[in-house]
Nanobody, 124 residues
Framework: QVQLVESGGGLVQAGGSLRLSCAAS????????MGWFRQAPGKERELVAA????????YYPDSAKGRFTISRDNAKNTVYLQMNSLKPEDTAAYYC?????????????????WGQGTQVTVSS
């Protein structure tokens, strides 16, 4: 079992930045690949970034590429999502998730544990 707690969300103007954090507790954090997802009202959940167990490999969809950066600190049991050049369409609840596999995993159903989410709102 692993518990995930996100933080760092909030209200930001378009063009601004936010850094989300996800603190993990429970089983050894380095045993999990990690991902960040988001879900806006009325829309499907989508992956925005994923990282392998060691942090040596990452994946971004086109919507996040060049603006978002995922990283992890296995010593601190934490994964981060740095979001720059934010747009109103980035407004959503953001969730971190843990995957038993090596990662980075692109599919939501590959992830075994989920946090409660943190809200990001980008104003125009």
């Amino acid at each position: 079992q692993v518990q995930l707690v996100e933080s760092g969300g909030g209200l930001v103007q378009a063009g601004g930045s936010l850094r989300l954090s996800c603190a993990a507790s429970g089983r050894t954090f380095s045993s999990y690949a990690m991902g960040w997802f988001r879900q806006a009202p009325g829309k499907e959940r989508e992956l925005v970034a994923a990282i392998s167990r060691t942090g040596g490999s990452t994946y971004y969809p086109d919507s996040a590429k060049g603006r978002f950066t995922i990283s992890r600190d296995n010593a601190k049991n934490t994964v981060y999502l740095q979001m720059n050049s934010l747009k109103p369409e980035d407004t959503a609840a953001y969730y971190c998730a843990a995957d038993y596999g090596l990662g980075p995993s692109k599919r939501g159903d590959a992830y075994n544990y989920w946090g409660q989410g943190t809200q990001v709102t980008v104003s125009s």
